[in-house]
């Protein structure tokens, strides 16, 4: 090539750059490529139905399509209407960012591909009594926690592979036509083919910040597999997992099955602790499955110790967990349409906008019924004994009926922040 060649090549090159790094091609525009990115994304959920290897460890057996995360007959059924119940998930329809309640059959409700028909049956001693009453049952059911977060993660990371690359292709089309114009009056440059930049911009930027949040837990929840399986197994290895079971008397009409984590510094060392909890509704009960891990001791036993202290402050930390930790969890159609809008709407605003950890509680009320019963309860019992109550105990009943009380929701409106807002958070939690 001739040295003149040479120079008209790189300067068509810089100018092609420029314009990527500028972000000016057709696909970057914030139009094109949201549009672009919420089509394949929605192009592939199927993923999330779709056969897969099985999720115990070291089976290489194919998955059936929909393993349930929560047993259908015995759990969602106690808090179902017609056979469906009430999901929050993120509207990938509309350009406003936002979380809406969608209604889904518990045939569908929690499932993913998780386990072949063989493994499929290790959950049967409570997939019809739904009865938690001992350790192995209830780590099962953690187990099924952890496969669903694990494979939820995997194929999301997937699916955003598919995404990133199409993305790039894109992009590589409009630098090839972009180069071609530049070049188009010199005919010795009419055989170029294909142009490739491997430079990053904000839409791959965010792909990987989002990558990175997904993947973030995945080792720890492979760590809790590990441990419990060992446990179940009975096999000679210690257990390094914090088990918490409780049973309460009054019925919750929600199912909750998932996790949440919080980094914390212990002797000038950053780590992260993972809680995973299941909520398991029956007809009058409640069953509550709270697991930790030994490495996170401190934390863990600290916030179990308090949250299992009374009823107040088990309602408290299920509200708190469902608002500031995971979004997997399934409530009565009629009790959420019992809710005044605002309350609906500030609810799942808080879902997705919230910075705050589930071990802070949440200033609202979200079950009002059952707060009320466990406020009369409380003062029944402090009225009926002989010592007076105590202020601690008369200043912790106040805050529960200021909670009741608060109606103060407010929100952000304005798209632009919004928008900035979860960058903001994403970028944090990377």
Known sequence: MKDIDKKIIELALDTVIDKFTNQDFITQDFANYSKILKN???????LHIRKRKC???????????????IPKSSILKNIALNGHVFKPEFNTRNDFPKNEMVEIGINNASVFPGYCIKHENIFKSFEIDG????AKKALLQTYRTICRERTYREIELEINDIIKNEYKQKINEDAHNYLKDILSKYPQFNDIEKVK???????????KYMNDYLAQPIEQFKIFEKNILNWILKLPFKNNLIVRVVNIDFHLPISVCGFANQTY???????????LINVMPHQSTTDIICVGLEQD????????DFSFSDPINI????????????????INPGYWNNFTSLKQEKILYDILF???????????????????????????????????ITPFEKEKLNREIIKLKNTDYDMIKDIDVLIDKLNNMLYKKE
């Open 197 to 207: 930049i491997d430079g990053v911009d904000r839409v791959i930027n965010s792909l």
């Open 297 to 304: 001791r401190t934390l863990i036993e600290n916030y179990f």
């Open 315 to 330: 309602l408290n930390m299920i509200e708190s967990f469902i608002i500031n930790g995971t979004d997997h969890w399934f």
């Open 55 to 69: 999720s115990i460890i070291g089976c290489n057996e194919e998955s059936i399509k929909k393993s349930h995360s």
């Open 354 to 388: 919230t910075e705050d950890s589930f071990i802070d509680e949440y200033k609202f009320s979200i079950f009002d019924d059952v707060r009320i019963k466990i406020i009369k309860i409380l003062t029944t019992n402090f009225n009926s004994r002989q010592d007076p």
């Open 40 to 46: 394949r994304y929605l192009q592939n959920q199927s």
């Open 265 to 275: 510094i212990e002797k000038n060392k950053t780590k992260n602790a993972c809680i």
């Open 131 to 134: 009865k938690f009453d001992n």
